[in-house]
């Protein structure tokens, strides 16, 4: 069982993980965003206009915080000024007016999510005035899925899987993805006959525009031989189906048209503005912590890697403010890696608390490591919390976490402690929060 102090420590630790997703609630960024005055609706930067269209508005788009986007939308422009579908991940839909909301899966796509952009794709060529309004957010590269033929969705969820457990980061899994895409690589502005403007809310590192969902609506600068190389490295070349492996080759061989390079006429004109993003997160926990009375100090660099040897550099320096001795909220933003290994259940912020089990033990510090869409891997879990009791608690119940660690069974061992965190689909997402207060 933990102590008292722990306990009210989590306290705190919840209340800045929440200030965070509330700086990222997808209708204040929207909202914050897009303009309308009379008939012209307006997508503004903090600084100018960023692109101007007359009503109506079709509006489209996929991500975890897609339905929640278009709802301000909807709030904004008029529910009778706007139309269209956005996709988002099951538990994320929420009840919206004119533009349908429909939920699929993630993070491997299903048919739900085909047949939902197949319409999507129909909308977006439909010759009609006015303007199309793109929604991405974190998620829309599984959510958002039409292979390029021959390819199949099975084959393309076969090479997603093959990808995920070889660990390969978001950017390495997104070039091979719009490389087998009809929609992604600026396929969907390619395929609109309207301008479009894009709202975006950034889930990787760095925030590239083409990496965000997979870019649908933003020119790509990688290519079929970038996507091959990847597939070389992680020793998929003869894993992947076949029929992926041949649309790549040819592609380099230049049968295949390439995804929308940023020279080309189908990027012209194209507006994305990034309305949200880890960063925006963890200015939120800051302001929040710093109200709960903590000092407050955040990592420059995101968090990125190998989820274990993340985990160890976060405990070292854990270790340098321990030593220090005073109080202090440390903050760190990103998104780690998991190389599955052994036959277990968790995600990334789980196994994040696992492995920083074994660095912190004794220490008086307590950390929570979350993802801000309230999912983390395959579980109901956002996250896991961790002090320096953990591994004590543990070994009380019998429980190994090297072993747990080596399994990649993260959820089982905090769920036996008690150590989960869950707060359910929170309806944005910008990659991971890690929270630590040490104690002094």
Same mark, same amino acid.
């Given at each position: 069982?933990?102590?008292?102090?722990?306990?009210?420590?989590?306290?705190?630790?919840?209340?800045?993980? +929440?200030?965070?997703?509330?700086?990222?609630?997808? $209708?204040?960024?929207?909202?914050?965003?897009?303009?309308?005055?009379?008939?012209?609706?307006?997508?503004?930067?903090?600084?100018?206009?960023?692109?101007?269209?007359?009503?109506?508005?079709?509006?489209?788009?996929?991500?975890?915080?897609?339905?929640?986007?278009?709802?301000?939308?909807?709030?904004?422009?008029?529910?009778?000024? =706007?139309?269209?579908?956005?996709?988002?991940?099951?538990?994320?839909?929420?009840?919206?007016?004119?533009?349908?909301?429909?939920?699929?899966?993630?993070?491997?796509?299903?048919? *739900?999510?085909?047949? &939902?952009?197949?319409?999507?794709?129909?909308?977006?060529?439909? #010759?009609?005035?006015?303007?199309?309004?793109?929604?991405?957010?974190?998620?829309?590269?599984?959510?958002?899925?039409?292979?390029?033929?021959?390819?199949?969705?099975?084959?393309?969820?076969?090479?997603?899987?093959?990808?995920?457990?070889?660990?390969?980061?978001?950017?390495?899994?997104?070039?091979? #993805?719009?490389?087998?895409?009809?929609?992604?690589?600026?396929?969907?502005?390619?395929?609109?006959?309207?301008?479009?403007?894009?709202?975006?809310?950034?889930?990787?590192?760095?925030?590239?525009?083409?990496?965000?969902?997979?870019?649908?609506?933003?020119?790509?600068? $990688?290519? @079929? &031989?970038?996507?091959?190389?990847?597939?070389?490295?992680?020793?998929?070349?003869?894993?992947?189906?076949?029929?992926?492996?041949?649309?790549?080759?040819?592609?380099?061989?230049?049968?295949?048209?390439?995804?929308?390079?940023?020279?080309?006429?189908?990027?012209?004109?194209?507006?994305?503005?990034?309305?949200?993003?880890?960063?925006?997160?963890?200015?939120?926990?800051?302001?929040?912590?710093?109200?709960?009375?903590?000092?407050?100090?955040?990592?420059?660099?995101?968090?990125?890697?190998?989820?274990?040897?993340?985990?160890? *550099? @976060?405990?070292? *320096?854990?270790?340098?403010?321990?030593?220090?001795?005073?109080?202090?909220?440390?903050?760190?933003?990103?998104?780690?890696?998991?190389?599955?290994?052994?036959?277990?259940?968790?995600? #990334?912020?789980?196994?994040?608390?696992?492995?920083?089990?074994?660095?912190?033990?004794?220490?008086?510090?307590?950390?929570?490591?979350?993802? $801000?869409?309230?999912?983390?891997?395959?579980?109901?879990?956002?996250? &896991?919390?961790?002090?320096?009791?953990?591994?004590?608690?543990?070994?009380? #119940?019998?429980?190994?976490?090297?072993?747990?660690?080596? +399994?990649?069974?993260?959820?089982? @061992?905090?769920?036996?402690?008690?150590?989960? @965190?869950?707060?359910?689909?929170?309806?944005?997402?910008?990659?991971?929060?890690? =929270?630590?207060?040490?104690?002094?």
């Amino acid at each position: 069982m933990i102590n008292a102090v722990s306990r009210n420590l989590r306290t705190d630790l919840v209340a800045i993980f +929440r200030a965070a997703l509330a700086a990222v609630d997808p $209708t204040r960024l929207v909202t914050n965003h897009l303009i309308r005055e009379d008939s012209q609706v307006s997508v503004r930067s903090l600084t100018s206009v960023a692109a101007t269209w007359s009503a109506p508005t079709l509006v489209v788009g996929a991500g975890k915080a897609a339905a929640r986007m278009a709802a301000a939308c909807e709030a904004v422009l008029g529910s009778e000024n =706007v139309h269209g579908q956005v996709i988002v991940a099951d538990g994320c839909g929420i009840k919206t007016q004119s533009i349908r909301v429909i939920e699929a899966s993630h993070p491997l796509p299903d048919k *739900r999510g085909e047949e &939902a952009t197949r319409q999507i794709i129909e909308l977006v060529q439909t #010759r009609e005035s006015g303007g199309t309004l793109c929604l991405v957010s974190g998620g829309a590269s599984s959510l958002l899925v039409q292979p390029r033929a021959p390819v199949r969705l099975e084959d393309k969820i076969r090479t997603t899987q093959l990808l995920l457990e070889c660990g390969a980061d978001v950017r390495e899994l997104n070039c091979v #993805r719009k490389h087998l895409s009809v929609i992604k690589g600026g396929g969907l502005a390619r395929l609109s006959t309207r301008r479009v403007a894009s709202l975006l809310v950034s889930d990787v590192v760095g925030d590239d525009l083409g990496t965000i969902g997979s870019g649908p609506t933003a020119p790509d600068a $990688t290519t @079929f &031989a970038d996507a091959w190389t990847l597939l070389t490295r992680y020793h998929l070349t003869r894993r992947v189906p076949a029929v992926a492996a041949r649309l790549l080759r040819d592609g380099m061989d230049g049968h295949v048209p390439e995804t929308v390079k940023p020279d080309s006429p189908d990027a012209q004109g194209l507006c994305n503005l990034i309305v949200g993003s880890n960063r925006t997160a963890l200015a939120g926990a800051a302001e929040a912590a710093r109200s709960l009375g903590w000092d407050v100090l955040a990592e420059e660099q995101p968090l990125t890697g190998d989820t274990t040897e993340a985990a160890r *550099r @976060f405990g070292r *320096r854990l270790g340098e403010l321990v030593r220090a001795g005073r109080p202090v909220c440390l903050l760190a933003g990103g998104e780690t890696t998991v190389r599955v290994t052994g036959d277990g259940h968790g995600g #990334r912020n789980q196994e994040f608390a696992l492995a920083l089990s074994l660095a912190v033990m004794g220490a008086r510090v307590t950390v929570l490591s979350a993802g $801000t869409d309230g999912i983390d891997g395959p579980t109901d879990a956002a996250g &896991a919390f961790v002090d320096g009791t953990t591994l004590q608690r543990a070994r009380e #119940r019998g429980l190994d976490a090297a072993a747990a660690l080596a +399994r990649n069974d993260s959820y089982v @061992f905090f769920s036996q402690l008690g150590d989960l @965190f869950l707060c359910g689909p929170t309806g944005t997402n910008v990659m991971d929060v890690k =929270v630590a207060l040490i104690n002094a």
